[in-house]
């Protein structure tokens, strides 16, 4: 989480919310989702009673908590917890602050972590969790007050060999603090120092590790890097659009920077950006930690929702929102890969479109689940009170990624299937294993 309040002279007149969607009925993000299971669930003849299971969440936790607000108002907030699956280990996912929450989003995000954590091969489920606000609308001290009441009101819900959330849109390593010294002084008061890893993305000091700030970005890199090697393309010298450029957005523009890409678009909720010289993404970077977005950064032109999405680019990371990408999106852009660093930022129209037109697609699951890997990481060291070197973490991370590229590549290539289905198959496949195995209580 990055932005603040933009000036409404910066943000202009370009819209920041997809033309096709305007007017449009509520994007059904938890169906398309489904339809996936489905799909993938046919290409590996899985078993439907698991399928079934798969298709819908184990728990759906809501909690409304009250909150003094800076002015002595008292304000009442709704959140939630989707709890998907924990067949492999506890249930694993973000919590997001977003005024766009929604409980049928959040089920989509907690059945996404699933197929990721079976896809790298991480001892955990899925899960989400989220309250429908807007952060950047309320102070540092009411922000506070909103996350450690929501802990709270979690409660027992939520625990460190149970379910273990983690930065989402809105959310940072700050919020991820917050959290655990709340469980730490309530739930888990009894034994402080063993429930650290209750959440992850903590800030290094609190007990985070490090690498888990540009993890995800990261993975998303190790996954280009890996898609340019098969096609043998070379990064050096190339172009890329990022949109949303927070935690995801921003990290993936730096590293890609050091192999030679240049950044020559860029957008966020403010607005978007063009500069053909090449941004410099560290200093971007900078500048939206200090400012809160990309409005008003020096030496780019303002450009609309529409000529970002058309600008001539090698690589497009959309890094925002779900529902980004539709068919006049898909229709629009003039890459060659779309890499997916946000959760469901192609919606089935956009994505049939850059199919057809041979744009080459690294699906979220696949691409962002740097994140929840280095996580892993993170609790890991947090179980055994050990702090791992950057080298270490970033070397597993760069085996698992590129291992967990070639497995799916190698599968959509044997299957002649896309790369989002053999990346849901294959996580598919390794949780009938365990159904099988464990089979259906009682
Ligand atoms: P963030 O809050 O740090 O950044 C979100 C970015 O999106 C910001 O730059 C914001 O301005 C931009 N944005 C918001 N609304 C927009 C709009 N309407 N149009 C254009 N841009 C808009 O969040 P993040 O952690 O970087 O997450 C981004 C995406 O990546 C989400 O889909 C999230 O689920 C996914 N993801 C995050 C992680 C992680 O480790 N943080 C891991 C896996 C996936």
Redesign the pocket.
């Known amino acids: ?3 603040s309040k933009i000036p409404s002279s910066i943000v202009g007149a370009a819209s ?2 997809p033309p096709s969607t305007q007017g449009a009925p509520k994007y059904e993000f938890f169906k398309v989702i489904q339809d996936y299971l489905d799909r993938a669930a046919a290409v590996i003849k899985l078993d439907d009673y698991i399928r079934l299971i798969l298709s819908q969440p184990k728990n759906e936790i809501i909690v409304h908590f009250p909150v003094r607000m800076d002015s002595g108002e008292i304000r009442l907030f709704k959140g939630y917890r989707i709890q998907h699956s924990n067949i492999l280990g506890p249930f694993k996912g ?1 919590l ?1 602050y977003h005024e766009g929450v929604t409980l049928d989003d959040l089920k989509a ?1 907690a059945s996404m972590m699933t197929w990721k954590c079976a896809l790298m091969q991480i001892p955990f489920g899925g899960g989400k969790g989220g309250i429908k606000f807007n952060p950047h609308t309320v102070s540092k001290t009411e922000l506070q007050r909103v996350t450690r009441r929501f802990v709270h009101s979690l409660g027992g819900n939520i625990g460190p060999d149970y379910d273990i959330p ?5 959310t ?1 390593s700050q919020t991820m603090a917050w959290a655990m010294d709340t469980y730490m002084n309530t739930v888990g008061h009894f034994s402080k120092q063993s429930v650290k890893g209750i959440v992850t ?1 903590k800030p290094v000091a609190s007990g985070g590790t490090l690498g888990r700030d540009k ?2 970005g990261q993975g998303v890199v190790h996954c280009i890097t890996e898609w340019a090697r098969e096609k043998g393309f070379d990064l050096e010298g190339a172009t890329m659009t990022v ?7 921003s990290f993936t523009g730096v590293l890609l920077s050091k192999l030679g890409v240049s950044l020559v678009a860029v ?4 607005g978007y950006l063009y500069n053909p010289e090449g941004f410099n993404p560290h200093k971007l970077q900078d500048y939206v930690q200090e400012k809160g ?1 990309i409005a008003g950064y020096p030496n780019a032109r303002i450009i609309s929702r529409e000529e970002f999405f058309a600008t001539k680019a090698d690589i497009f990371v959309p ?4 529902n ?1 990408i539709g068919k006049d999106e898909a229709a629009a852009l003039n890459v060659k890969l779309v890499a997916e ?3 469901g930022p192609c919606n089935p129209e956009g994505e049939r479109v850059l199919i057809d037109r041979g744009i080459d697609l690294l699906p979220d699951v696949l691409a ?1 689940s740097g ?2 890997t280095v996580s892993y990481y993170e609790w890991v060291q947090n179980k055994r009170s050990e702090q791992w070197s950057l080298e270490e973490v970033d070397d597993r991370l760069e085996r698992a990624m590129k291992e967990a590229y070639r497995e799916v590549s190698q599968f959509a290539r044997s299957h002649r299937c896309e790369m989002r289905i053999a990346a849901y198959a294959l996580a598919l496949t390794r949780l009938e294993i365990v159904y099988k195995q464990r089979e259906i209580f009682p």
């Open positions: 989480m990055s932005q920041v919310v973000g997001r995000l983690a930065p989402d849109v809105g940072n993305g993890a995800t949109q949303g450029f927070g935690n995801v957005g957008g966020d909720h403010s977005s890094a925002a929102l779900e980004q660093g946000a959760n962002n994140g929840v």
